[in-house]
C-alpha cells in the first residue's frame, strides 16, 4: 500500500509560481511511477506530468514548457514546480503513483488532493 499526501497548494496571481510536494509511504517507493493530475470545477480530471521510476518524463501539451515534475527518492517526495501559471490552470491538484506505470487515465493509488487557484 501507498499513502500520498500533497502540500503546496494555495492562491497566486497570473504569472506567478508555485511548487507542489508529494509525500509518500512505502518502502519502495523508489520503483514507482509518481504523477500528478488536475480536475477543474465541472471538468474531468486530467494528466498533468508523470516521472518514472528512472526519472523520465511526460507531460501534458497545456503545461510544457512551464511545468517540471522532480523526485527525490531519498525523501520519498515527488515534486511541481508551476510557473507561468494561468487562470486556467485553477483545479484540484491530485499525486498518483503506480507500481508499473501511470497513464493517462489510470494510477493505482490516488492522493487527497490540494487546490491551486490562479487569479487573473
Known amino acids: 500500500q501507498v499513502q500520498l499526501v500533497e502540500s503546496g497548494g494555495g492562491l497566486v496571481q497570473a504569472g506567478g509560481s508555485l511548487r507542489l510536494s508529494c509525500a509518500a509511504s512505502?518502502?519502495?517507493?523508489?520503483?514507482?511511477?509518481m504523477g500528478w493530475f488536475r480536475q477543474a470545477p465541472g471538468k474531468e480530471r486530467e494528466f498533468v506530468a508523470d516521472i518514472d521510476w528512472s526519472g523520465g518524463t511526460a507531460y501534458a501539451d497545456s503545461v510544457k514548457g512551464r511545468f517540471t515534475i522532480s523526485r527525490v527518492n531519498a525523501k520519498k517526495t515527488v515534486y511541481l514546480q508551476m510557473n507561468s501559471l494561468k487562470p486556467e490552470d485553477t483545479a484540484v491538484y491530485y499525486c498518483?503513483?503506480?507500481?508499473?506505470?501511470?497513464?493517462?487515465?489510470?494510477?493505482?493509488?490516488w492522493g487527497q488532493g490540494t487546490q491551486v487557484t490562479v487569479s487573473s
Open positions: 512505502g518502502r519502495t517507493f523508489s520503483n514507482y511511477a
Open positions: 498518483a503513483a503506480d507500481s508499473v506505470v501511470i497513464t493517462s487515465t489510470h494510477a493505482a493509488y
